[in-house]
């Protein structure tokens, strides 16, 4: 029997003074339940997939609108599991589509993603920032079900990302691994590690020269951070408004505790202010 293919979505709008959620849209098994305030005037909010995780041939649908001034930090209750897809099932898609208004700033931190032995899932990230606008979001990407030794055994795992300002890219990313068709072990691509991650942080309107003292800085970071028996750390500018930081890791633990480094530097570099961790709800 195929399986119904579920159409999930969710809309988001964050408006200022104090910043407040508006949820515009809803259907399972996307969710949110409340937003929670933080110190600094913003808005905690966890994105639920009440499904446990996402099935093959899943739709999935994620819009969130960031106003003018407005302050958000959107996070996962837990790693985003990618369960196996039947052969007669296309596969799971998930499409967000982030738009960030003049001097607002969003914190997108999710929990890594975790491909389960035969999963195939394909993603898009579109993310449009206005002039003013901040941004600071990672993508992880676990092996599988480490503990089951379920190591690089999916089908395909297809992420696309593109990120905007003053309608002109400035980063645009494209990952497409089948390891049925090749060796991920290979030093041209992962060599030893297992999990791998991006990080780009982002504010609309400084100069180079201030994205070049902020790369050599998170540079020297990174240099301390990295441990080459175990994890790897580079960062660089981007063509404009940005830096993207890249790890490497043979754990996922310690990739986390280091992206919470990087974020931690940057936010009182940017923003003269501490970095307020998310707290989980489950």
Same mark, same amino acid.
């Given at each position: 029997m195929t399986k119904k293919s579920v159409q999930g979505k969710l809309h988001l709008n964050f408006t200022c003074n104090p910043t407040r959620l508006q949820v515009l849209e809803q259907s399972p098994p996307l969710k949110v339940v409340r937003a929670f305030p933080l110190p600094a005037g913003g808005a905690l909010v966890h994105l639920?997939?009440?499904s446990g995780g996402v099935l093959g041939g899943d739709q999935l649908e994620l819009k969130v609108e960031i106003g003018t001034g407005a302050?958000?930090?959107?996070?996962?209750?837990?790693?985003?599991?990618?369960?196996?897809?039947?052969?007669?099932?296309?596969?799971a898609r998930q499409k967000t589509q982030i738009q960030i208004a003049e001097n607002g700033l969003?914190?997108?931190?999710?929990?890594p993603l975790i491909p389960f032995a035969g999963s195939s899932y394909q993603q898009q990230t !579109?993310?449009? #920032? *206005?002039?003013?606008a901040g941004l600071f979001w990672w993508e992880t990407v676990a092996p599988g079900r480490t503990?089951?030794?379920?190591?690089?055994?999916?089908?395909?795992l297809h992420i696309s990302s593109r990120i905007s300002a003053a309608n002109r890219p400035i980063a645009i990313e494209q990952i497409k691994l089948e390891p049925r068709q090749h060796d991920f072990s290979s030093l041209a691509r992962l060599g030893p590690y297992a999990y791998f991650c991006s990080c780009y942080i982002c504010k609309v309107g400084l100069d180079a020269q201030r994205w070049l003292q902020l790369e050599h800085e !998170?540079?020297? #970071? *990174?240099?301390?951070?990295?441990?080459?028996d175990e994890t790897r750390w580079g960062v660089s500018t981007l063509t404009a408004h940005g830096i993207v930081i890249r790890g490497l890791s043979k754990r996922g633990t310690?990739?986390?505790?280091?992206?919470?480094?990087?974020?931690?530097?940057?936010?009182?570099?940017l923003y003269g202010r501490d970095t307020i961790l998310p707290r989980k709800i489950y």
């Amino acid at each position: 029997m195929t399986k119904k293919s579920v159409q999930g979505k969710l809309h988001l709008n964050f408006t200022c003074n104090p910043t407040r959620l508006q949820v515009l849209e809803q259907s399972p098994p996307l969710k949110v339940v409340r937003a929670f305030p933080l110190p600094a005037g913003g808005a905690l909010v966890h994105l639920h997939n009440i499904s446990g995780g996402v099935l093959g041939g899943d739709q999935l649908e994620l819009k969130v609108e960031i106003g003018t001034g407005a302050y958000a930090q959107l996070t996962t209750t837990s790693a985003t599991r990618l369960y196996r897809s039947q052969p007669d099932v296309p596969p799971a898609r998930q499409k967000t589509q982030i738009q960030i208004a003049e001097n607002g700033l969003l914190e997108y931190v999710p929990d890594p993603l975790i491909p389960f032995a035969g999963s195939s899932y394909q993603q898009q990230t !579109l993310i449009k #920032l *206005a002039p003013g606008a901040g941004l600071f979001w990672w993508e992880t990407v676990a092996p599988g079900r480490t503990a089951r030794g379920e190591l690089f055994d999916y089908d395909l795992l297809h992420i696309s990302s593109r990120i905007s300002a003053a309608n002109r890219p400035i980063a645009i990313e494209q990952i497409k691994l089948e390891p049925r068709q090749h060796d991920f072990s290979s030093l041209a691509r992962l060599g030893p590690y297992a999990y791998f991650c991006s990080c780009y942080i982002c504010k609309v309107g400084l100069d180079a020269q201030r994205w070049l003292q902020l790369e050599h800085e !998170l540079s020297i #970071l *990174a240099q301390q951070l990295t441990r080459p028996d175990e994890t790897r750390w580079g960062v660089s500018t981007l063509t404009a408004h940005g830096i993207v930081i890249r790890g490497l890791s043979k754990r996922g633990t310690t990739i986390t505790a280091d992206l919470f480094a990087f974020w931690r530097m940057a936010t009182q570099a940017l923003y003269g202010r501490d970095t307020i961790l998310p707290r989980k709800i489950y």
